[in-house]
C-alpha cells in the first residue's frame, strides 16, 4: 500500500528551482534514506511533503487519498478540514528538536496529541510514558528541555513523533546536531523502529545506517532525483557519477 505518492513536484525560491520534477512513492513498511549534499533540495521535499512549504506544481497523496492536485501549472491544496486529516497521516522529527522550552518532557510528548488530535488525557499520558520508557526517559518525565542534552532532546522529539501514531514518520537530518557518541545512541533508536516495521523517510549523511537500514535510498542533487534504489546499488555500486563523487567524499 502507498502511504505517499509524490508526482511531479516542483519549487522554486526567488526564482531559482529548488525542487524540478520530483515523484516518488513511499509504500507501508518501507524505510527510504534521503541522501545528497548540501542544498540538493533534501530538506525542501521533506517540508513540502509535510506541508511545512507549499509547493508550486506537482500533485501529492496520502493512504491513497490526493491532497494537492495541480492546475494549470500551480499546486491546489484543499479546504482546512482535509489538510487535518492528511497531516495526521505523519510525524516529523526535526535536526533542532524543536521542543517547548517551558514544558517539561511529558507534556512536550504529549500537547500536540491531547490538543490538536483532541485525544484523551489520561490515555495519551499513559501512552507517552511508555514511549519515553522505550526511548530511554523514564526518569526524565519532569525534566525540561535546559536539563537534557542534545541526545536526550532528540529523543523527546522522537517520542512526541510516535505518540502522535503516524503512518510515516520523517527525520529530516536528526543527528546532525549531535556529537558521534550521542548519533549512535539516536540512530539505534531508528533501527529498533525500522526492525519494527514502522514507515520511515529518513534525510540523512550517516551512510552506514542508510545502507543497514533503507529498503530504498534516493540520491539527490541540483533539485533532482538522480538515482534511487536498493542501497547495495546506489551506496555501494553507484551507476552515475554525481553519487559515486558524493559518496567518495563522504568516506575521505
Known sequence: MKLLEINHLSKSFDGKNVLEDISMAVNKGEVISILGPSGSGKSTLLRCATFLTEMDDGELSYCGKQVVHSVNGHAVYPPKADMKEAKSKFSLVFQNFNLFPHFNVLKNVSDAAIHVMKRDKEEVYAEAKKILEKVGLS???D??????SGGQQQRVAIARALVMNPE????DEPTSALDPEIT???LRIMKELA???MTMVVVTHEID???AVSDRV???DGGVIVEQGAPQDVI???SNERTRLFLQKLSL
Open 218 to 220: 534516493i540520491f539527490m
Open 209 to 211: 545506517f542508510a545502507r
Open 143 to 148: 525534566a525540561y528541555p535546559c536539563e537534557l
Open 139 to 141: 526518569d526524565k518525565l
Open 168 to 171: 510515516i514518520l520523517y527525520f
Open 195 to 197: 526492525a519494527e516495521k
Open 184 to 186: 549512535a545512541g539516536i
Open 236 to 238: 555501494d555500486n553507484p
